[in-house]
């Protein structure tokens, strides 16, 4: 039982993570194309500014959280898509400091240099982690002591030789870029003013078509690759309330658009980032990382958990280390709401 | 060694050697700036404002620099560590996630404030910001000395059937005896790589002639900071981590000392090269019984020397560990006769007209770092052969599944990354140090 409630905590932590850094991953990919100017640029990384960093965080202890409630799938799982992660974990480097860096030097080189560095990175950030919850839907080949690794790619069949990059992983990545293209579109729109926002709405209404195109498709390929998915929402009916939140957040979205209504917008596609998120990990529990090899070798809550004990404590500091800093970022967030400007003061 | 491990080994001690370069200033910052402020609102000098700024910007640079490559630190305990982390992850698990709930919440969304919003808030307001960044950072200091802590001197947990290890109690974990000292000698070092920073910056302002007023507070600021700073990493936090280490990890004691023979009385190696063939200090400087009177109040006291261990129980590179100790304690013993002697010409009011003096000050810019880097390599070399301390080895905690060639692959990535980080990081600071605390440059 506590295994499961740590489960869902892990799951909030990811989707916490997913909801925070992909609106700023998202501004990061549009902004080549909404921002036409140095001062709409500097709009789009203002809107950011002062919150990527606190939105990294959330995958800082959303991974401690699992190391420390999960420590075989921790292992299993970092160890098994090393190149997958050491690749992340360089795209988050590059993006960071392009964020940062730009800034320092006026300079028409330094610059869109930088803007360069900070767009790429953020698309492939946004592609990896979609491939990313590809292979858990789609299995990994565990070994008898419950390690693996995969190659980047192999033949591209997710097959039992797939690779962390296969046809099906490509499409979920695809369906994460855009997803998070759309999500970050209407932040961009929620924070900046004329033109720019214009523009950023136009990104989000013309992506919504491919997010719902690419999420029938990615819904339909799950379905016929993981068996797993269709027993256990037809074993537990209930779970269907998660594809239903995604769908509703699908369909605010247009519906609050439509009225103009940025704010709307937006926290309609963190529902559906939310509904699609927990969609996935409610059809493979109770593994949370299975098998494309042999279902018995799949890890699974109960047999990846850390011992009782430590659970239980970890209980006792995490939900009121959470709500202190849910308190923090509802301080910043509203100081900082509004609309940004382009010059801010040091 | 198994090329693959020795690949892992390297991966991860350079990485976090690279990534603690920036830390370790941002952690001392972070309290200077506080005290920056606090003149600030106390003198209504505006002088000191200006400086709060300036460091303000500086510590910037260094955070992002410390965010972007203290990510992968985390990864690594499951990229490179996996058998380790399946073990030890339920036990030091809590403390690296009650870093990021408790501690990089706290610091980052406070940062945020506290860099962007000096113009929505009061001053007082500001302040608080700016006490929550240092208290946010102080306290990831303790969780990830909490972590370090249990691998040198495990306790809290038991071990499990299966072998992996259970946390048994939250307390003992948290409360291990070994993080006390370990902590304030890390953070307080932390305090020196500051405050000798900030004395540097102001003595190159105050020899080039320009920022006056700047230069004058940051070497104030700077030096008093220093000298309180270096005088305790010596006496008591030195000392008390010393002395736990002698009690805990004997053998690794007799390494970093260069002992090889059981003494009574034992003496210390001021300078000399352990030949780990011959079993023997080469070219020795000692200064007889002070090894014993350190450790245990006694000049007669016997330390057990390194031939009286297994072998399969030394730390698996003592010279590195040898000359790594040698070189924390000589630079820090440099770094505390710099600064007293700097302190004395402050309290005369002459160390603005002293060239010698700022020069040494200046030029001491790199030494605290070259120190504390060799001072992590003295902890963790001389926890060697043990990932955790007398129950894993490192060699049985690397992935089993990760190459030795995929390994290298992003070893030679990360190598390459942190060069050009290292040089943008460089060329950043020098244009934020030549621009200085004011627009308007020299007064």
């Known amino acids: 039982m506590i295994q499961i409630i740590w489960f869902c905590l892990v799951a909030i932590m990811i989707a916490g993570y997913v909801v925070l850094d992909g609106f700023d991953l998202g501004a990061g990919i549009i902004h080549l194309f909404v921002a036409r100017n140095e001062s709409e640029r500097q709009q789009v990384l203002h809107s950011i500014g002062p919150v990527w960093d606190g939105n990294e965080v959330w995958l800082l202890a959303g991974g401690g959280t699992l190391y420390f409630a999960f420590p075989a799938l921790y292992a299993a799982a970092f160890s098994g898509f090393y190149l997958a992660l050491m690749i992340v974990l360089w795209l988050l480097i590059l993006r960071g400091v392009s964020i940062e860096l730009r800034s320092h030097v006026d300079n028409a080189i330094w610059k869109p240099f930088w803007d360069l560095v900070f767009g790429g990175a953020s698309a492939l950030l946004a592609l990896l982690y979609g491939a990313a919850l590809g292979n858990v839907v789609r299995g990994v080949p565990l070994d008898a002591n419950g390690y693996f690794f995969l190659p980047l790619w192999t033949n591209f069949v997710p097959g039992k030789n797939a690779g962390i990059v296969d046809w099906y992983t490509l499409l979920v990545g695809a369906a994460g870029f855009v997803a998070l293209t759309m999500h970050g579109s209407y932040w961009v729109a929620l924070k900046t003013g004329e033109d720019l926002q214009r523009r950023s709405r136009a990104a989000g209404a013309r992506t919504w078509w491919v997010v719902l195109a690419l999420s029938a498709l990615v819904t339909l390929a799950s379905f016929e690759l993981q068996p797993h998915l269709a027993a256990e929402f037809s074993q537990y009916p209930w779970g269907f309330v998660f594809p239903l939140l995604a769908l509703a957040g699908l369909i605010g979205i247009r519906v609050f658009h439509a009225q103009q209504k940025d704010l709307g917008a937006f926290l309609a596609s963190c529902l559906y980032l939310i509904g699609m998120l927990t969609s996935a990990a409610f059809g493979v529990f109770p593994y949370v990382l299975p098998s494309n090899v042999s279902p018995d070798a799949g890890l699974t809550v109960t047999n990846a958990a850390a011992a009782s004990y430590g659970l239980y404590i970890g209980l006792a500091w995490f939900i009121p280390g959470m709500l202190l800093a849910a308190g923090y970022s509802v301080f910043v967030y509203r100081r900082l709401a509004g609309k940004v400007e382009a010059e801010r003061g040091a | ?443």
Request: charged share 15%; glycine share 10%.
């Open chain 2, 1 to 443: 060694m198994d090329s693959a491990l020795a690949i892992d080994r390297l991966h991860f001690a350079f990485t976090v050697t690279f990534h603690y370069l920036f830390p370790q200033l941002t952690m001392g910052l972070s309290l200077l700036i506080v005290i920056l402020k606090t003149a600030a609102l106390r003198t209504g000098n505006a002088g000191y404002e200006e400086s709060a700024r300036f460091w303000a910007r500086i510590f910037a640079i260094n955070f992002v620099m410390g965010v972007v490559t203290g990510i992968p630190m985390e990864f690594q305990f499951g990229t490179n560590w996996a058998r380790f982390s399946r073990d030890a992850g339920g036990v030091i698990g809590q403390t690296l996630a009650m870093e990021g709930v408790f501690s990089f919440f706290l610091e980052s969304s406070f940062l945020g404030l506290f860099l962007y919003g000096e113009k929505r808030l009061t001053p007082k307001l500001h302040w608080w910001t700016a006490f929550l960044v240092f208290l946010g950072s102080w306290m990831s200091g303790y969780l990830i000395i909490a972590t370090d802590a249990w691998m040198q001197h495990p306790a809290g947990y038991k071990v499990a059937p299966g072998g992996e290890l259970l946390l048994d109690s939250f307390w003992g974990l948290l409360l291990n005896p070994w993080i006390l000292w370990q902590y304030l000698h890390n953070m307080i070092g932390a305090v020196v790589t500051g405050s000798v920073a900030m004395a540097s910056i102001g003595a190159y302002y105050q020899l080039s002639a320009k920022f006056r007023t700047h230069a004058g507070i940051f070497l104030r600021t700077g030096v008093i900071a220093g000298t309180l700073a270096t005088l305790a990493m010596i006496f008591p936090t030195g000392d008390g981590q010393g002395r736990m280490v002698a009690e805990h990890q004997p053998v690794t004691l007799a390494a970093m000392e260069g002992l090889f023979e059981t003494a009574q009385g034992a003496p210390i190696a001021i300078l000399g090269q352990p030949d780990t063939e011959r079993l023997e200090l080469d070219n020795p400087l000692l200064v007889p019984n002070v090894l014993s009177f350190l450790t245990y109040r006694r000049w007669g006291a016997e330390i057990k020397g390194l031939k009286d261990f297994a072998r399969d129980l030394w730390p698996d590179n003592i010279p590195l560990l040898y000359y790594s100790y040698h070189i924390m304690v000589g630079i820090g013993t440099l770094l505390i006769a710099l600064m007293l002697l700097s302190a004395w010409f402050l309290w005369r009011g002459r160390l603005g007209e002293t060239k010698p003096l700022l020069w040494a000050l200046l030029l001491a810019l790199p030494f605290p770092y070259i120190a504390t880097t060799a001072g992590w390599m003295t902890a963790e070399l001389g926890r060697q052969p043990w990932l955790v301390y007398g129950i894993m080895r490192t060699a049985d905690g690397a992935s089993p599944r990760v190459s030795a060639a995929n390994g290298l692959f992003t070893l030679i990535g990360f190598l390459g990354l942190y060069l050009v980080l290292g040089i943008l990081f460089l060329f950043l600071v020098q244009r934020e140090i030549e621009h200085g605390p004011v627009t308007g440059g020299a007064q």
